[in-house]
Antibody, heavy 119, light 107 residues
Framework: QVQLVQSGAEVKKPGASVKVSCTTS????????IHWVRQAPGQGLEWMGW????????NYVQKFQGRVTMTRDTSITTAYMELKTLRSDDTAVYFC????????????WGQGTLVTVSS | ENVLTQSPATLSLSPGERATLSCKAS??????LAWYQQKPGQAPRLLIY???NRATGIPARFSGSGSGTDFTLTISSLEPEDFAVYYC?????????FGQGTRLEIK
């Protein structure tokens, strides 16, 4: 079954870090980039960046530069997104998404991981 | 940044009616635009890619059109399950961006 399964909800204090995992199955992990998108409560979708599972190369939106790191472990076909120095406005659902080979769009999404930042 | 502006913000229609959603880009995208549907508590679902290509499993009542800076998502006859939020997305220019969304609600 082709799917992306994310880790569970997290509650963090301001200044802490969070690492969200995205475990893939049912397709060749290294064939498609993984992107991360977040959605604050009641808001729209915000694109954060991507990782190339084949090379490990990544690219991030300037807004998150210096705070976000996207990595992968090819042995367990899992991608990770770590966000540091958390603030209350980082409270959001974080999604991973796969780029479809034929579509060039995000054809497969994880279920989302709620990260709550609160003192 | 290529800003995507969706209109209207909210669209109130009844089942069986035709829905027309707009997405305007601040810079030309050729045909590199996708549409997604999102229901409460769920991840977005890809509907349309390349401006007019239906994704796998998407019903024929969904269609996309447009090129350059003006794009349209049309739902020919609304089914109860179509009431949701719709987003457009561009991946042609850095950074990749989404529109702010159109909420399609039952009238």
């Amino acid at each position: 079954q082709v799917q992306l399964v994310q880790s569970g909800a997290e509650v963090k204090k301001p200044g802490a870090s969070v690492k969200v995992s995205c475990t893939t199955s049912g397709y060749t992990f290294t064939d498609s980039h993984i992107h991360w998108v977040r959605q604050a409560p009641g808001q729209g979708l915000e694109w954060m960046g991507w990782i190339n599972p084949y090379s490990g190369g990544s690219n991030y939106v300037q807004k998150f530069q210096g705070r976000v790191t996207m990595t992968r472990d090819t042995s367990i076909t899992t991608a990770y997104m770590e966000l540091k120095t958390l603030r209350s406005d980082d409270t959001a659902v974080y999604f991973c998404a796969r780029v479809g080979y034929d579509s060039g769009a995000f054809d497969l999404w994880g279920q989302g991981t709620l990260v709550t930042v609160s003192s | 940044e290529n800003v995507l502006t969706q209109s209207p913000a909210t669209l109130s229609l009844s089942p069986g009616e035709r829905a027309t959603l707009s997405c305007k880009a601040s810079q030309s995208l050729s045909s590199s635009l996708a549409w997604y549907q999102q229901k409460p508590g769920q991840a977005p679902r890809l509907l349309i890619y390349g401006a007019s290509n239906r994704a796998t499993g998407i019903p024929a009542r969904f269609s996309g059109s447009g090129s350059g800076t003006d794009f349209t998502l049309t739902i020919s006859s609304l089914e109860p399950e179509d009431f949701a939020v719709y987003y457009c997305q561009q991946r042609r220019n850095w950074p990749e961006t989404f529109g702010q969304g159109t909420r399609l609600e039952i009238k």
